[in-house]
């Protein structure tokens, strides 16, 4: 069993950065792939950024290709996703996930490929 908890949300002018963090507790943390969702208002839950367990691959989602970089630290339990040049429409609940054992990163997009989630973490961005 993991837990997760996000923090680092925010209000934000557009153009500023956030660093989300979540913290995870379980003795197992580290052997699972990780992935940053968010959920914007009436929209579907949609994925943002991938990690493999032991940080060697990343995959991001191509809006925020090259805005958002997502890191790992399996010493601190710990998965956080760095987001800069915000825009308004990046506005959105962000979720912290485990993805199931077997799924690749890159490849585990959807979030019934996911097994533990965090609460989540607002952003706000305005213009």
């Known amino acids: 069993q993991v837990q997760l908890v996000e923090s680092g949300g925010g209000l934000v002018q557009a153009g500023g950065s956030l660093r989300l963090s979540c913290a995870a507790s379980g003795r197992t943390f580290s052997s699972y792939n990780m992935n940053w969702f968010r959920q914007a208002p009436g929209k579907e839950r949609e994925f943002v950024a991938a990690?493999?367990?032991?940080?060697?691959?990343?995959s991001c989602a191509g809006d925020v290709k090259g805005q958002f970089t997502i890191s790992r630290d399996n010493a601190k339990n710990a998965v956080c996703l760095q987001m800069n040049s915000l825009k308004p429409e990046d506005a959105a609940v962000y979720y912290c996930?485990?993805?199931?054992?077997?799924?690749?990163?890159?490849?585990?997009?959807?979030?019934?490929?996911?097994?533990?989630w965090g609460k989540g973490s607002r952003v706000t961005v305005y213009s």
């Open positions: 990690i493999s367990w032991r940080g060697g691959s990343t």
């Open positions: 996930a485990a993805a199931r054992w077997g799924t690749r990163v890159g490849a585990a997009t959807t979030p019934d490929a996911m097994i533990y």
